[in-house]
């Protein structure tokens, strides 16, 4: 757990918690303050652990776990998003292989959504080099009943009904690696973001490019052919003040997970996505690589942590500042108000 001053310029070290587990997300819900965390351990399993005293101590979820008749068994937990402000004890749990959970009781216990786990397009779905993984799960504020989910490798999956039905939504996204790159399943979308201020807006980092949809995933614009050394990332940020702003940190390709031309960058649109600036301000030349929790944003800046452990923030003047440095590999990253 790291804590800033006002700035952003100093940071203060705490832990490490939960040692010993793969955190793959950690979130603090902004209801009631409690901690939640996707974490995974060799011996142990998949699981949530929640905190309700600040990480001083955890409880585990038991028996999170896939229907007997399914064939399958849960592999990973990736991504814990809570529910609405009108829904204080819903929580949402996206896993590998491709499955959705919701709990109604702050975690207690976990029920997977039956209709994505049945899904009649699930054969065309197929594990990419981090497995069968639901990373992504967006909540419309405007609308409680839409919920879009992200698949690697599926694609973007969008329900109006609360998760009793699923359409996916990938029209304009091109999958090169499939034997029709713009099939509606397959695609291979590797971090979802939907805009608070503009609900129909939604950002994606894909496998193949970086893309926005204007109208609730109908459709999708690819915008990684003005200005950006490549297609190829894992994480995608926002501005909350601003739908035009975005921020992606690229990768050299798929089979070189580093920074293109030795210089970590994170890469910023205005626009849209019509042109796109390299900021590099206290950044290391080097070989870094991000991963798709890897980073978070707020209203007065942007953070990231790479998998060589260093953890930069956002600062006045456009200034990268490494907080901490030489932890193990950055899984997540979240940023939240805290208060005593």
């Known amino acids: 757990m790291l804590r800033s001053d006002d700035e952003r310029r100093r940071w203060q070290t705490e832990g490490p918690l939960l040692g010993g587990w793969g955190i793959f997300h950690a979130i603090r819900d902004p209801r009631d303050g409690t901690i939640y965390a996707a974490a995974n351990h060799a011996v142990y399993g998949p699981t949530v652990q929640r905190s309700t005293d600040g990480g001083e101590t955890w409880k585990r979820s038991q028996q999170i776990g896939l229907p007997e008749e399914s064939g399958m068994i849960l592999e990973a937990t990736w991504h814990i998003e809570p529910g609405p402000p009108e829904a204080p004890g819903t929580l949402y749990l996206g896993g590998a292989p491709a499955v959705l959970f919701r709990s109604d009781d702050g975690g207690e216990s976990w029920q997977p959504n039956r209709a994505l786990l049945e899904h009649p ?48 939504r990938n029209d304009g996204v091109v999958g090169d690696f499939l034997a029709d790159p713009r099939a509606a399943t397959g695609q291979c979308v590797h971090k979802l973001l939907l805009h608070p201020a503009r609900p129909d807006r939604l950002w994606q980092q894909n496998h193949h490019g970086v893309y926005v949809s204007d109208d609730r995933g109908e459709s999708w614009d690819r915008l990684d052919g003005n200005g950006l050394p490549s297609e190829f990332g894992f994480p995608i940020m926002i501005d909350p003040g601003d739908p035009d702003a975005a921020f992606v940190i690229p990768e050299t390709g798929f089979e070189y ?27 290391p030349a080097g070989w870094a690589a991000v991963l798709r929790e890897g980073s978070a944003y707020d209203e007065q800046s942007l953070y ?31 940023v939240t108000p805290w208060f005593e």
Do not use: N
Request: charged share 25%.
């Open 257 to 283: 997970h580093y920074s293109p031309g030795g210089q970590l960058a994170v890469y910023r649109t205005r626009d849209r996505g019509e042109t796109w600036e390299r900021m590099t301000a206290g950044l």
């Open 304 to 334: 990231f942590g790479t998998q060589s452990g260093s953890f930069f923030a956002l600062t006045e003047g456009d200034k990268w500042v490494e907080g901490v440095r030489h932890l193990p590999p950055i899984l997540s990253v979240e």
């Open 121 to 168: 397009t699930r054969e065309t779905w197929f594990p990419g080099a981090g497995g069968l993984a639901l990373h992504s799960i967006q909540l419309d504020p405007r609308d409680s009943r839409r919920i879009y989910v992200g698949i690697t490798a599926a694609g973007v999956f969008r329900s109006d009904d609360c998760g009793e039905s699923w359409a996916p």
